[in-house]
């Protein structure tokens, strides 16, 4: 028997089943869009979100949305150290190019960008969607 566990990615409620009273859940999913035209770019296209989301209402939506671009800034903010500290500078100091980061310094940035994000914005239901059962 296959079981489907649904949980908010906002607070971590489960969204699986409603019981008795009948309730709604948001879903945030990327879908590709057709075209229409005879011509075809050779260009990789890739959504923003890489699977589908799910929230127990606006306001997990808007916890979760703070927590990513807190995710977000904390590693753009590594990044750009990594540029400053690896790269190479014009006469203006500036950074004009550096190397890759290395995989596994890579992977650690994105583990201590997450664990950072969910410290900030932990698991929690927001005020909003306080008066709702999950």
Not at 72 to 93: N, P
Not at 129 to 134: C, I, L, S, T, V
Request: net charge neutral.
């Amino acid at each position: 028997m296959k079981t489907v566990e649904i949980k908010c990615d906002g607070c971590g409620g489960d969204l699986t089943d409603s019981g008795a009273m009948p309730m709604y859940r948001l879903e945030l999913a990327p879908q590709a869009v057709g075209s229409s035209s005879n011509f075809r770019y050779s260009v990789v296209v890739s959504p923003d979100i890489n699977r589908s989301y799910h929230f127990c209402g606006l306001g997990c939506l808007d916890h979760w949305r703070d927590r990513e671009r807190h995710r977000y800034g904390l590693w753009r903010e590594a990044m750009k150290k990594w540029e400053e500290d690896h790269g190479t500078k014009d006469q203006t100091g500036r950074v004009r190019s550096y190397p890759s980061m290395p995989e596994d310094v890579r992977k650690s940035h994105a583990e201590e960008s997450e664990a950072a994000a969910l410290a900030a914005f932990p698991m929690t239901r927001p005020i909003a969607n306080k008066g709702r059962d999950a």
